[in-house]
């Protein structure tokens, strides 16, 4: 236990393992509940069986420092009494996540181990796992045999989540014959994260979800189409809430092409709560929906770049019960702009008032296009109970053609979204404070003001306005405002100052008030705000 660094971050808890008799397991159980690899367990091994080297790797943040680890290795052949500490310690240990070497050229921690140290601890381990009591394990390694057959001694009936990488074909058998044994080593297991290209494992993957009833959380990320016949048996099982499919295919199917045109035939999905869906295009998370029925989805969620926006809306309402789903999000990466379908934003709103009980919305819009003010009034009419907002465009990490620039909502629009939606607590808007004036800071206090928004986060597309009037403007819509922020990216060196000047003056306000605590601030200081008075 002397040797594990991890020490070194938790004193109380190494002084009460080494001090205190009473508090002495509680304190171990906790030290060693997380562990990123096996060297802390093999440093408590005799001193005579293992040995360390020094090696370097290229830092990633300079090309010109290495990066030091450490490698670990056995210098005698192991014997059962070598193996007392190991246990004493191995049972504790609850979640595993290996590091890796990318770790150490990030400026991490990492420790090594050769491959005949794997082959050691395999051949003579004195039990079936190493670590009898693991619930959490990640085992990625993407191009070692040895270490894929080893993974089969860290499962253990007690483990409930695992996550596994595989994406060498040299390595399909030991990853399938790891997979394949998951049913009768893990019948406890809850959460399963695969991923896998240019690797078909899916008769594996029939065999636990048939052998795994008590899946709740699937999570599989591949690159090819997958079996139709797969998501009917993943509707089988009886505690399925979260779903999660990243299918990078170059044909966007997500299944094998089926006959079945009856809805009442889809496999039907009762428990499921939570769908991601992650693809190139579009087609694929309507494929994906268009397969089944989900009564009692609340969280749906797709990311593409390129795809027709209405139908998939017309898919969720067919396949979804408009009255349960709760949280809404349709992420449109900026490095597919080009090919982006650019759908009038009023024709997506129009479709978010088919399900009422929305609390929660993400909508990333072109760049160029965002919601008119008739629109978004229109919305908060519909859906008073939005809890937290996301309208904003897709973040301009390249630079802007000339139609792609665009405005945002006005101050009127955003008074109206605000007093209609009391629930509001998080925003995310392109809005234009250019024309504000006097008279938009002089509200009065009949007006109904939003006691729960805490935060306003300012898209790439917003126009700034004078930095005291627009602050003052959303302190009053939203008295206990807390957080302002602005995505930089794409706008001009104009804008970026002055929406600058206007975080500055929040942060300054809310040190005088007591609030939060003066800090060294990142962006420039707007000092004119230190002798104003608050409005």
């Known amino acids: 236990m002397a040797n594990d660094p991890e020490l070194e971050r938790n004193p109380a808890l190494y002084a009460l393992a080494t001090t205190c008799t009473d508090f002495r397991d509680s304190a171990l159980d906790l030290l060693w509940r997380k562990q990123k690899g096996l060297g802390n367990l093999i440093k408590c091994m005799p001193a005579d069986l293992w ?31 070598d193996w007392y500490r190991w246990d004493f310690y191995a049972s504790r240990v609850r979640e595993f996540r290996p590091t890796t070497r990318a770790d150490a050229r990030s400026g991490g921690s990492h420790m090594e181990m050769s491959k005949a140290t794997y082959w050691t601890l395999m051949e003579h381990r004195p ?33 409930k989540s695992l996550s596994l990488a595989f994406r060498n074909p040299e390595t399909v058998e030991d990853a399938k014959a790891l997979v394949a044994a998951l049913p009768q080593s893990c ?22 979800i048939s ?15 997958l079996p139709a016949e797969l998501f009917r048996q993943l509707s089988s099982l009886p505690e399925l809430t979260s779903l999660v499919l990243m299918v990078w295919t170059p044909d966007h199917l997500a299944f094998r092409p089926q006959t079945c045109t009856d809805a009442s035939q889809l496999p039907c999905f009762d428990s499921l709560r939570s769908l991601i869906v992650n693809s190139d295009d579009l087609s694929t998370p309507t494929t994906v929906i268009a397969a089944g029925q989900l009564p009692d ?58 399900f009422p009980n929305l609390q929660d919305i993400h909508i990333q819009v072109p760049r160029g296009i965002q919601p008119s003010d008739h629109d978004l009034e229109d919305l908060a009419a519909e859906l008073g ?11 301009a990490m390249s630079p802007r053609s000339e ?9 009127r ?22 024309t504000i004036d006097a008279q938009a800071t002089q509200r009065s206090g009949k007006h109904i003001t939003n006691s729960n928004l805490k935060s306003i986060r300012l898209g790439t597309a917003s126009r700034p306005g004078d930095p005291g009037r627009v602050l003052a403007f959303l302190c009053d819509l939203a008295p206990k405002l807390q957080n302002i922020g602005f995505d930089y990216s794409g706008s001009s060196p104009e804008d970026r100052e002055a929406w600058q000047k206007v975080v500055w003056r929040l942060h300054c306000k809310r040190v005088r008030a007591g609030k939060e605590r003066e800090y060294c601030y990142s962006l420039p200081r707007d000092t004119s705000s230190d002798t104003e008075t608050d409005t």
């Open 51 to 81: 040995q360390l080297h020094k090696c370097y790797v290229w830092n990633n943040a300079s090309p010109y420092h290495r990066a030091e680890y450490d490698r670990l290795s056995f210098k005698r052949e192991l014997n059962s009494s």
């Open 127 to 159: 039990h079936p796992g190493i670590l009898p009591n693991v619930i959490e394990l990640d085992w990625h390694w993407a191009y070692s045999r040895v270490k894929y057959r080893f993974g089969r001694v860290l499962i253990a009936p007690s483990l």
């Open 187 to 208: 019948p406890s297991l809850h959460t399963l994260k695969l991923q896998f290209s240019d690797v078909a494992v899916f008769d594996e993957l029939s065999d636990i």
């Open 211 to 225: 052998g795994v009833r008590s899946l709740r959380e699937f999570d599989l990320e591949t690159n090819r189409s």
């Open 297 to 354: 989805l609340q969280d749906l969620s797709v990311a593409s770049d390129t795809g027709d926006v209405m139908a998939l809306f017309q898919v969720i309402h067919a396949h979804c019960n408009p009255m349960s789903l709760q949280k809404l999000r349709i992420f449109r990466p900026e490095y597919g702009l080009k090919h982006q379908t650019r759908t009038e934003p009023a024709s997506t709103l129009r479709q978010l008032r088919r």
């Open 385 to 395: 109970q939005i809890v937290n907002l996301y309208l904003a465009e897709t973040l």
């Open 403 to 411: 139609d792609e620039y665009g405005n945002g909502v006005s101050l």
């Open 413 to 434: 629009a955003l008074t109206t979204l605000v007093e209609r939606c009391p629930r509001l607590e998080r925003l995310t808007l392109d809005i234009d404070a250019s």
